[in-house]
């Protein structure tokens, strides 16, 4: 596999750049094939973080082999920008993603959100001030925690429910909401936890709670204003299906 390649302004400036600057907050955006709506996307989120957000950030979007024109679109979006940047990387999978920009990442926090932003921004606060301020080590938002507000259809809310459940009967987490696509962690941890992180795909996100909670690590939950994507592409049985697998073969071990 090629190496991840990293662009800014230009593309071949290289991630050793003695003008840029570190900042508090990474907000990781991992895309595939989301050419339609990444431009409004990622206008969005970097209108609320200039209007709203107390701490320094960069907007990383991470385009894992995407084969329409969203690696042309993120890098059109870092030319005009330039608190926005992009990873390119040649194999698919969100954990995959994640991996390579949290270790990569020279912020004090990382973070992640969906690109169809179903999450409500205003969350974003409470989701990384607790890790700053180093009350936590992990964050993560919730759909099933009290103070939440989801709009989504029955079938994903009864699969979601069921599987989190699982979750506590298998291994006894404390955490309600293991697979919210908004989640962040101080990226000193992140490099120390990841590599025995082996999943590359959508368990990616309970194996890393899963490690976090095993090895003591203070994992922080905040309610969230979510509304389903009615253009998500998420192929829900066949994801449900990988993650009990996962929590299989983590119970095993």
């Known amino acids: 596999m090629d190496e991840p390649s990293t662009d800014r302004i230009p593309p071949d400036t290289p991630t050793d750049d003695p003008e840029r600057s570190p900042v508090m907050v990474d907000v990781c955006v991992p895309v595939y094939n989301e050419a339609h709506v990444l431009e409004r996307s990622v206008t969005t989120l970097r209108d ?8 320094s950030w960069r907007i990383t979007v991470v385009d894992n082999a995407s084969t329409d024109g969203t690696l042309e679109v993120a890098r059109s979006l870092a030319q005009r920008w330039p ?3 992009v990873l ?8 995959l993603a994640l991996k390579e920009a949290w270790t990569r990442s020279d912020a004090v926090v990382a973070t992640y959100m969906d690109v169809d932003l179903s999450t409500g921004l205003s969350a974003l606060l409470p ?12 964050a993560i938002g919730s759909r099933l925690a009290a103070g ?9 809310e009864i699969i979601s429910r069921s599987y989190n459940l699982i979750l506590r009967a298998v291994f006894a987490v404390h955490f309600r909401d293991a697979q919210c696509g908004f989640k962040a962690i101080r990226t000193d941890l992140a490099r120390r936890i990841l590599p025995s992180v082996v999943d590359d795909g959508w368990f990616f996100d309970t194996e890393l709670l899963l490690l976090a909670e095993h090895n003591g690590l203070r994992v922080h939950e905040v309610p969230v ?6 253009d998500s592409r998420v192929d829900v049985r066949r994801t449900a299906a990988a993650d009990l697998r ?8």
């Open 48 to 55: 609320y973080l200039l209007d709203h957000f107390p701490f």
């Open 148 to 156: 939440a507000t989801v709009a989504r259809g029955p079938r994903r």
């Open 88 to 95: 390119h990387l040649d194999r698919k999978g969100r954990g």
């Open 127 to 138: 989701l990384v001030a607790p890790l700053i301020t180093g009350h936590s080590d992990v």
């Open 225 to 230: 204003d979510w509304v389903d994507d009615p």
């Open 83 to 85: 608190e926005v940047e």
């Open 246 to 253: 996962g929590v299989a073969r983590v119970a095993r071990s």
